[in-house]
């Protein structure tokens, strides 16, 4: 679809397409209304695909007091993993404790404790006398609380983690949260969107939010980002879920209140030069600053940083020299045995948090996370908040949309968002004949590509040749899925493909930059680019991994 082909009346627009935006998307569709979301450059395109990849309910958000914000993730973290088996999923963390700085042993666990309290389910019934006597256990009734963390002494702690700092140590904790490819739950999000009947745009850029002379919001003037063709689309409603953008469209109307950019930035490494299993969430030896470690999709990402971003918004975001000694520092002191160095490093990666701020000259990492809405005549703004969220935050933004949707009934709050393990089963089943011809894949191969393509995996997997079910080296990405994403995934750009739709630019070094010429042959019949665009594409491409995503010069 262009935006010559989008209908002129919409119930809803909603502007901006990360996480937030494509979570309203996807709540909204529930109630068969038309909407409509539009992203000025790529989907995800910003600080929803190079967060850390963490679905969590932010253990630093108690020691904070923002204990409504960390119970809010829990749950929402909880739920995610019952029902996107392959695209969230449980991740073991390992947190050390050392006697020469960092939290203490009880103040750590009293912090984890509360956080299993957090996301214990209430459901209960009611069961007869015959009935409970049965069988108690399966009737639901649990003797003792069993908790999702331990403690393991010294010694135990460095059996599960051989390449930890020794000195000092004097044990440490094991408890989970969990990990996701965070553009793929955006692309996610938008796709089964669209397969419910919404509609959703990228390089499309708002230029005007066009109001009546009451001052009510009327619709908006779109406008291609590379084409330059325009439309004037009419809507009651417009939900500005532009992150760090908010403000653009529509200042805060609380006094002193306004987005603060903060950069977090991140280091990957290839698994062999920091081979972690488990994640870790590890205290920084300058400044007390959470960082972790986190196992994905076959590398080691490192991170994050979190520094106030004074560059133009519009441009890519990089990590600076002073970020990538800050990360390095921490590595060397609390890995000392693995000599890792700063040219290790596959790549880089940073995003800008839309984080509200009061201007107090506060810490960037003690500033509020909490999400904050307003409405003025038709415009619904949403800003701040955190990806594990999306949900409540979506409907926030929908019930604050609700004045102006006076022929609209909003529906399926607290339904599932994504089809859960039974689904996945079931598309499991189904892939028997498939399976038999190409007998190499796995239950985890299947299990990943279901939680990233929902009712796409039928065609990749029905599609592609024996050896695209083969990983690109050293990642857990399929070559059959750069086909899939070309020909259904709104590309516009190579960076589109190997950024966002697939994370090989991430992942594999020198962005991918060997493999370019198996992708061109995989991708061509699907983008139809000729010779020029080709290589107009790879030098673009790459000039723009030296600049975001290489090391800073």
Known sequence: ???????????????????????ILREAVRSGIRVLLIEQKDFAWGTSSRSSKLVHGGLRYLKQGKFLLTRDSVVERERLIREAPGLVERLKFLMPIYGDYGPGKWLVKAGLSLYDLMAMKLDHRFYDRKEFLSDPCKAGFKPALLWDHRFYDREEFLSVSPYIRPKYLTGGFQFSDAGVDDARLVLRLIHDSMRLGASAL????????????????????????????????????????????????????????????????????????????????????RDNRPVFVIPWEGATIFGTTDVDHKQELSLEPAITQAEVSYLTE?????????????????????????????????????????????????????????????????WDALNAAKPFLSSVRLKGEGEAIFSGKESYDLMRSQAGAWEREKSDISDVIWRRLCGRYGNGVYEIVETSEPEAANHIPGTHTLWAELAYSAKHEQIRHLSDLLLRRVRIGLLTPQGGNDYLDRIRKLCEPALSWDNSRWEDEIKMYMKLWENAHALPK
């Open 1 to 23: 679809m262009n935006i010559s082909e989008l209908r002129q009346n919409w119930d809803i627009i909603i502007i901006g397409g990360g996480v937030t935006g494509a979570g």
């Open 202 to 285: 990228n390089y499309t850029a708002v230029t005007e939010i066009l109001r009546n002379h009451r001052g009510y919001v009327t619709g908006v003037h779109v406008k291609d980002s590379e084409t330059q063709a325009e439309r004037t689309l009419f809507s009651k409603t417009v939900i500005n879920a532009t992150g760090v953008w908010a403000e653009t469209l529509h200042p805060s109307p609380v006094p002193n209140l306004h987005i603060r950019p903060l950069r977090g930035s991140h280091l990957i490494f290839p698994f062999r030069v920091l081979p972690a299993e488990n994640a870790f969430l590890l205290t920084h030896p």
């Open 330 to 394: 921490a590595l060397q002191t609390l890995f000392p045995c693995l000599n890792i160095s700063e040219t290790d490093c596959l790549s880089t990666m940073a995003g800008v948090r839309p984080v509200l701020s009061k201007g107090n000259n506060t810490d960037p990492s003690k500033e509020s996370r909490e999400a904050m809405v307003w409405a003025d005549k038709g415009l619904v703004t949403i800003t701040g908040g955190k990806l594990t969220t999306f949900r409540r935050l979506a």
